[in-house]
Structures are given as C-alpha cells and as structure tokens.
C-alpha cells in the first residue's frame, strides 16, 4: 500500500495503442497521397508530459515509434541511461553545455543558434566521434531556432565541418506556430520558408536525411505537413491538441493518465459555515464535506478552486460528479459531497481520468490547456504503471 494518498495510474498500454494509432493516422494519409509514411517520433519531455520518462518511452518504442523527442539534455541522457536504442533528438540546451555527453551517446543535437556549431564541432573532436546535428529553422514562431538571416552562414559552416568528417546532417525542422488552428495561413507560409531553408542547404550540398514541422496538431489535422517525420506529444498520451474539433475519442486515441486520491477526512458541517482559506465558498445547508489530500504543491492548478459561487475543476465520486468548493491549498482541496452523501474516509477520488471527468474538462475549469493539466503533476505523487492487468509502483 503506498504510503501517499493519491497516485497518478498510467495506462502503458493505452501509450502503445496511442502510438500504433498515430502510425495508422499518417500511414494512411501518406497512402492517400501516394507518399512514404514518414516516421513518428514520441516526444517524452517534461517527464514524458509527466507520465514518466522511461516507462512511456519503451511502451512508445513498443508500439512502433522509431525516434524520441527529449527537450533538455539531461532527459535525452537518462533515455540512453536506461538502454532505449531508439534514435533520439534533444534541441535546447546553453553554451557550456556537456555537449560531448549527447555525441558519445549518439543523441541528435539540434542546431538552433549559430554559436551552437562550434561547440557541438568541439565537442565531436573531443570525443573523436561524428556528431549528428538537426538544423532548427525559425519559421514563424518566434521562439528557438536559426533566423533566415543567420541561416546562409550556419549552412556554410555546417558544410565545412561535414566536410571534414566532423558532424553529418540528420534533420532540418522547425516548429508551427498556430497548429492547433487549422486552415490558418502562418501553417502555408512557415511550411514555405522551411522547405526554402532546404533548398538553401542542398545548394550546399547538404541532403537532410529528415524534414519535420508537425507535431500532435498537425499529424492529426494537417497531412500536407507531415513529410518525413512527425512529432506527436499530447497525442500520444491520448489527449486531443484540437479540443474544438474533437476529444480524444474522435481521432481514436485512449487517455493513458488517471489522477485518483482517497478521501482523507469526511465530515458534516452546518449551513452557512466558510470552507478553507478566505471562505470563499459557504455551506448553502448543512452538508457533509471532504477533504482530498492533493493541492498546488502536488501540481493542482489552484486556478481550478471553487470560488465566488463558481464550481471548481469537476471531480468523480462514487460514480457522480461534484466539483471543488473553495481554494485550493498547497497539500489539499474541499469537496461538497451533499447533504445525504454516504461517502466515508478512504473512498476513491477521480480527480481526472477513467471514470471520473478529463484532462480537458480541468483545462477549461482552470483556464489553462489540457498539456498544463498533466505535465504540472508534482514528484511527489507516486506513478503507478497498468499493463494487461498489472500494476507496478515507479521508483521515480
């Protein structure tokens, strides 16, 4: 029995089946379009969107996926650490950073800052292994990446020290800024400089052996902008990017986390009596309440409290709903189970997940996105795995 009252149950085998969709999803398109099915990388970062880096990498490896995106250095690492021999590409990290780390493990290093060449250069020579870069384009978003204008001189270097054996050119991608609006014309446009910034490297000499711009958004709704590769994350774990086209269900993806607790405290109390700080939700009867022992220090958004006569985030209790009344607290949060609940100490809370409300239902009630509802999940909150009716606790 955990010692913690609340876990986050990960479903690998809803990760697999996730990933085995995604490659149905562009393998079909590509077929529509008489193309090759490009390849599909998992991205895992932030914990694999809080799902836990490793267990969800090696069920993504499972079902099909061939690369895995990991933001930061470290996360890409611990992948190799753990004996995942996929292709891995990891795109942000600082000047100084232990670059001979990545190249030793054969992770791909993206290139999105001109510096970045000499050190990922210096690097491959200090280990005396080649390197293999992906070249990021600034396409449109405004974020990380080569500029148009930076990319003429990085391209030239990039040739020299292909050239010279030092590093090879894997990938040439970027990143869209309005995926999760399809139709909008920025997704024509970036698509146009990033296959322009192709064209420059290749008048170069250099061949790309990756084009990648789409990430959950686009493999879902956007086949034109597949081509070599995509890059499903929230997909992946079975939550929808478009909500305003469709759950998860509309493109045939199965939510893999379920956020439970157990009530740790039931109590009655009287009509008009305040719940937790600055009482900003009363008692309209006498009623019976709980406490669930989960809050903001554990990742609970504390923009989902109940307050100025609001419901709080939405939550599945003995098959109904309720919702949270009050604010929330950093280790805990109030419910109003009503005034004939039969609820006691110990009764199972669904916070999100299977037979309780959805990420997206949180997202709304927090004004946030479904991304933030899992991926803010706390360390302290102990990761149970669920495959073909096992369970095992992480030892994260």
Known sequence: MSLFPARAVVDLGAIRANARTLRRITAEAAQTAGAVPPAVMAVVKADAYGHGLVPVARAAVQGGVTWLGAAQLTEALALRAAGIDARILTWLYAPGAPLHLAVEAEVDLAVSAPWAVAEIAAAARATGRTARVQLKVDTGLGRNGLTPDDLPAVLDAVARLRDEGVLTVSGLFSHLAFADTPGHPTLDHQLEVLHAAVAAARSRGIDPELRHIAASAATLTAPELHLDLVRPGLALYGLSPVPQIGGPEHFGLIPAMTLEAELATVKRLPAGHGMSYGHQYVTPTATTVGVVPLGYGDGI?????????????????????????????????????????????????????????????????????????VTRLGG?????YVDDETTQESDR
Request: net charge neutral.
């Open 380 to 384: 302290r909150v102990p990761r149970v």
């Open 301 to 373: 958004p504390r923009h989902a409290s109940g307050v100025d006569g609001a419901p709080g985030a939405p939550l599945g209790i003995s098959g109904r709903r309720r919702s949270i009344a009050g604010r929330v607290c950093m280790d805990q949060f109030m419910v109003d189970l009503g005034p004939e609940a039969t609820e006691v100490a110990g009764d199972r809370v669904v916070l999100f997940g299977r037979g309780g409300p959805s990420a997206e239902d949180w997202a709304r009630a927090a004004d946030t996105i479904s991304y933030e509802i």
